[in-house]
């Protein structure tokens, strides 16, 4: 993308990464650590009140439960980090389109998605949000940051 984008276009791709990685430094960890223990925590309510109401003189119930019970809090896990990482990075976006201007970053988006560069294609199971989605998002930004002016 050097050659492609002039140096000005740079300012809007660089303000947005920036600030999704001084975000991450900084919420990351307790973002993620509150995304993923809701799942442990409902598995810690199952065992408790499997506990209450079998007892302990029953262990298959505690078995089925200690092999079935990681695999959905992984996947709930996983995907409530993906969404909210995919947030953080739209946030970016918005924090640096107050920067440079929503007008700016979106006609750099638009730009680089004209690039087809494959590796900034997000989707479902990516951590990131695409391109479309990123413009979509910076474009509704224009009409709120027109109207203060």
Same mark, same amino acid.
């Given at each position: 993308?050097?050659?492609?984008?002039? @140096? #000005?276009?740079?300012?809007?791709? +660089?303000?947005?990464?920036?600030?999704?990685?001084?975000?991450?430094?900084?919420?990351?960890? +307790?973002?993620? =650590?509150?995304?993923? $223990? +809701?799942? *442990?925590?409902?598995?810690?309510?199952?065992?408790?009140?499997?506990?209450?109401?079998?007892?302990?003189?029953?262990?298959?119930?505690?078995? =089925?439960?200690?092999?079935?019970?990681?695999? @959905? $809090?992984?996947?709930?896990?996983?995907?409530?980090?993906?969404?909210? =990482? !995919?947030?953080?990075?739209? =946030?970016?976006?918005?924090?640096?389109? #107050?920067?440079?201007?929503?007008?700016?970053?979106?006609?750099?988006?638009? !730009?680089?998605?004209?690039?087809?560069?494959?590796? +900034? #294609?997000?989707?479902?199971?990516?951590?990131?949000?695409?391109? *479309?989605?990123?413009?979509?998002?910076?474009?509704?930004?224009? @009409?709120?940051?027109?109207?203060?002016?």
């Amino acid at each position: 993308m050097q050659s492609r984008l002039e @140096p #000005e276009e740079w300012r809007p791709i +660089l303000a947005s990464s920036l600030i999704y990685y001084a975000q991450l430094a900084t919420r990351k960890s +307790l973002g993620i =650590l509150a995304r993923i $223990s +809701l799942p *442990i925590s409902v598995c810690l309510l199952s065992f408790i009140i499997l506990l209450l109401t079998i007892g302990p003189n029953s262990p298959g119930p505690y078995i =089925l439960l200690g092999i079935a019970a990681p695999i @959905p $809090s992984i996947i709930v896990g996983f995907l409530l980090v993906t969404s909210y =990482l !995919k947030q953080t990075r739209l =946030l970016a976006d918005r924090k640096a389109s #107050e920067y440079v201007g929503p007008q700016v970053m979106s006609n750099t988006l638009e !730009k680089i998605q004209g690039f087809n560069i494959s590796e +900034l #294609e997000g989707g479902r199971s990516n951590d990131k949000p695409n391109l *479309i989605q990123r413009i979509t998002f910076v474009r509704q930004l224009v @009409p709120i940051a027109s109207g203060q002016g």
